[in-house]
Structure formats: C-alpha cells, structure tokens
C-alpha cells in the first residue's frame, strides 16, 4: 500500500514538533530545577575577583541620572565630584563631636545649612556636657548668630515628633547678630505626595562665602537623629560621613533648591492648628566658594550625590519635575558591579523587589552577603514590616543558606541599629538617609553619598581594593565582633566574615543570628496597607 508523500511529510513534521516540544518541556523544568536548587556553598570554594576599583564604573553616568529623573536633566548637581577629603564615623559620638568641633569654629560671613526629620534640644558632647551648658542644641546656635553666621534649618513637619515645634521656637526667637545682622531661622516642610511620607534628608552644610584658600571648601555631614537614645535605648548603632571639598556643594545645593522653591510650605488651616505655621522668610543666596568646580586637591575621594524624590508630587517644579530615583538607580548599578561581598547595615531590611533581583543575580558568584539589621519589634511589626522583611530575606536564604547571613544585635543589650549603610568589595561605601525599604526608594526624601577612593591598597585576599572603605569595612566588623581591627585587618574576607558566627555564638557579644519568619496574621497585610506604611511610588512620564 501506498502511503500519500503528504501524509508521510505531515509525520515527519508532527514528529519534529513533537520532539522540540518535550525538548522545551526538559529545558523549561531543568530551569525550572536550577531556580529551586539550594546552593549550599559557603563561599569557600568562590575564588576571589580583583573588583572594579575606579569611580566611573560605579557611579551613575548624566544619562542614568536623567533616566531616573523621568528625562528631566539634574541641574545644579554634579555628576559626581573628584579630590574630596572624606572622614568616615561607625561610632555616634565621635561623630557628634565633629560637628559640635566644627560648628564651634563658624563665624562671620559663613554659613550653616541643616535639613533634618526631626530635632531635639540635645547636648552635642553628652558625655561630657550633660546639662548642655556648653555644647548644647540651643548654645551652639547662638553663639553661631552672636559671632555672625548665618543659620537656616529646614525640618519635616513631623506628626510623631513634637520636639521640633519647641526646636523652632527657640532658634527662632534668637536675636540677630551684634556683627552683621545675621540670623538664624528654622522652617517646617510638608512638601510631600502623601500624608505618610515624609522629608527624611539628614545633613549639614558648613560653607564659606569666599574662595580664598582651601579651607574654605564647604563642609557636609550626614546628620543622624539622636532623639530618644537614653530614653529608648542603651546604645545607638550608626555610621555617619563628614565631606569637606566639591561634594558638599552639591549637598548645599539639595538644600538650596528645596529652601528656594516658589511653592512655600505648611500653608494650610491645619499647620496653624499643629504650630507647623513658618514666620515669614527670604529666598537663599546661591554659594560662593572655591568648590564651584567638582574638583579640588583636598583629598582623594569621588563622591556622587544621590536622592530620592517621589515622582507623584507636582509641586517640585524647579529641581526635581518628575521626581528622582537616583538612589536606588545607583543602589542596583552597585550591587550588579559587585564581585566577591557585600555588606548591609541598615535600621531596616524589607522587600524592595528591584533590589532582591540584583542580590538574586549576583549572589552566585558572590563569597558572602552580610547584613546586620534592627529586629522588627513593636510598632514595626505591627505596621507589617516583620512580614516585608521575611519577603526580603526568605528568597536568599533559601537559596543560599551559607553565603547569605543576616544578623541583629542581642536583645538583651537594648541596642537601636540606626544605620543606613552599604559597603561593597571594600571599593564602595554608600551611606546616607536612606533605609532599605521602598519608600526610601521612590517616596519620601532622601539623600545619600556614594563614595569610591582613589587610595588603592593589596589586601590579604591578594587583590587591590580603595582604602577608605575596607578601612569603614574593618571598623564595623570590630564593632560587630570584637575581633581587634589589627587581627581582622590581617585576615582575608572569608576569615574576617566567620568572626560574625563566632560572636553570635558567644553570649558575652553583641551580635545574635537574626531568622525571617512567617506568621498566619501576614495575611492581614494587604498591598494597600503596605502602600501606606511603605509606599513604592511609581510614574510613567
């Protein structure tokens, strides 16, 4: 019998896509299998990679920060600056101490810019000024106005935090300077997209009004809030940056544009009812000084300035018209450049998804992820970040029980974990206002400096990395272990990383392994409580 050749060809062709379908069926379940298989590598056997050590390839470039700027242009801003002398605090005090040393020293025609979350009339040096009668919040003001400095803090009109309304009060009522007529003057801001959200930029500008030589480069630090540490708390973890040179510029000019912009804030019946009214006040003079380029010879430190500015408020005509992502743009450049670790500290750890997918994708090649956070407790829970954190930490921990760690201080010791800090193959260092979280990301105001060095040193490892942040890396891994910075400073990465179990392992430390679970109450969680509690704001322009 005589089969059609038609037939035979339709066969053939039925047999064919037969044999590619169950060959893409294999394909999509072996990738389906890679997705689920557990690593359980340790990093030990993930050999090290000499890391990108040069600013350029971490930072953003000006077309990345136009991208996460909706396509409006950063003006005012530089792309990132080079040559800044940067000094690098893991302990609060010691911080705090800078600034009170160096807003001692502000005088006649300077200038002192602060935009804060919230303020109280705290001592600077507690531990040796209790009273505050010598470095106090209020003393250090005036005698800035009375020696002829000028002031000017801008503060988030804060519903949680009414100590800032008695802040304003009295640096308000400070009398003009005996010099020059100077003044200092404190404003609220509630120049928001939601009644959640909030202005969570934390910094100081110190800046001359002249170029005469280079000390007169301006001086920026990230402020943290020490509110609430003897009341709440023992101790307070965080990390904090002080900028002198080209960098501070643009953290002056942050401040500048959000002081200058022609829609004034708190204009409504209900600031008046909450005392969040602001006296009548002058636009800002532009700054004059040497570090109008973004070079000097101060240090040798690049610096790029990153913020957040959600895209859903209309009233940020001026510097940011569609908003601003360039934190979390720089944030997800870092962690895909990353080569052998990366190491988290930060006061929160939840779900941002775009953050989870570059630690997905990197993760394999990577020896260790590290992150020490605060436990979620109390308010904290209840708001549904105990269950955002699980969402974060459960994916790499399943996948990556041994290379992935996360840690918190014990509880017993009644530590606060403040931090808001990024290091990564001891090249990067990011550290500023921003937590890990989405609102951080997309929404409320943020500020962070990313920081490369141009100090390059050979580790243990037998790579070459930037100085300044493997010797931020080695401070912290002190702070958190109690290893001596002498013996972890010999160590290779590995080594330095395994102090963490053995200190979590010791009831006498500081550290306690911290574990993501899931509770049935997760459920009550919905994604429109979430966006309340932790909006993720979002535009197409």
Request: glycine share 4%.
């Amino acid at each position: 019998m005589l089969v059609p050749q038609s037939v035979t060809n339709f066969s053939n062709v039925f047999s064919c896509a037969v044999i590619l379908f169950v060959a893409a069926l294999v394909s999509l379940t072996m990738a389906q299998d890679d997705r689920n298989r557990i690593d359980l590598s340790d990093g030990s056997n993930v050999a090290i990679d000499q890391p990108l050590t040069e600013a350029k390839d971490w930072f953003l470039t000006e077309q990345e920060i136009t991208y996460s700027r909706g396509g409006a242009p950063r003006d005012g801003l530089s792309v990132y600056t080079e040559e800044n002398a940067i000094t690098s605090f893991t302990v609060p005090n010691e911080f705090f101490n800078s600034v009170y040393d160096d807003l001692s020293v502000v005088g006649d025609g300077q200038r002192v810019l602060i935009a804060t979350w919230d303020s109280k009339l705290i001592p600077l040096k507690p531990d040796v000024d209790v009273s505050g009668a010598t470095t106090g919040y209020q003393k250090v003001f005036a005698g800035i106005v009375e020696r002829g400095g000028q002031v000017n803090i801008l503060s988030w009109a804060n519903l949680l935090e009414r100590s800032s309304v008695e802040v304003r009060n009295v640096i308000n009522s400070l009398p003009p300077s005996p010099v020059n007529d100077a003044r200092a003057l404190f404003i609220f801001d509630d120049r928001l997209s939601t009644i959640s959200s909030s202005h969570h930029q934390k910094t100081i500008v110190i800046a001359a009004t002249s170029s005469s030589g280079h000390d007169d480069h301006p001086v920026a630090s990230a402020l943290r809030d020490a509110a609430g540490i003897t009341m709440r708390f023992k101790g307070w973890i965080d990390g904090h940056i002080r900028i002198h040179g080209p960098a501070a510029k643009d953290v002056a000019s942050n401040h500048l544009s959000r002081w200058n912009s022609d829609y004034m804030p708190t204009r409504g019946l209900e600031d008046d009812m909450l005392s969040f009214n602001n006296p009548p006040y002058y636009k800002l003079d532009p700054l004059d000084y040497a570090s109008s380029t973004n070079k000097s010879t101060l240090g040798k430190q690049s610096v790029q300035i990153v913020r957040t500015f959600s895209c859903k408020y209309e009233h940020y005509t001026e510097f940011a018209p569609h908003g601003e992502t360039s934190l979390l743009q720089a944030r997800i450049k870092a962690i895909q450049n990353a080569r052998n670790y990366i190491y988290i500290e930060d006061q929160y750890f939840i779900l941002v998804p775009e953050l989870l997918d570059a630690l997905l994708m990197v993760m394999p090649r990577l020896q260790h992820v590290i992150v020490v956070v605060q436990a979620p407790v109390g308010n904290v829970v209840y708001s549904g970040y105990e269950k955002y954190f699980y969402d974060m930490v459960s994916p790499l921990k399943k996948k990556y029980p041994n290379k992935f760690k996360v840690y918190t201080t014990k509880r017993k010791l009644n530590l606060y974990i403040h931090s808001k800090i990024v290091i990564i193959d001891d090249v990067y260092l990011s550290i500023g206002s921003a937590n890990w979280n989405r609102r951080s990301m997309t929404s409320d105001s943020e500020l962070n400096a990313n920081v490369v060095d141009q100090d390059t040193i050979k580790s243990p490892d037998g790579i070459t990395v930037n100085k300044l942040a493997r010797d931020f890396r080695i401070r912290k891994f002190h702070e958190m272990t109690g290893v001596s910075y002498d013996k972890l400073d010999a160590m290779t990465f590995l080594d330095a990383a395994a102090q963490f179990d053995v200190a979590a392992a010791d009831d006498m430390s500081l550290l306690q392994i911290l574990s993501a679970k899931t509770y049935l109450y997760h459920i009550v969680f919905l994604d429109s409580i979430r966006q309340q509690v932790d909006p993720q704001d979002t535009c197409n322009t």
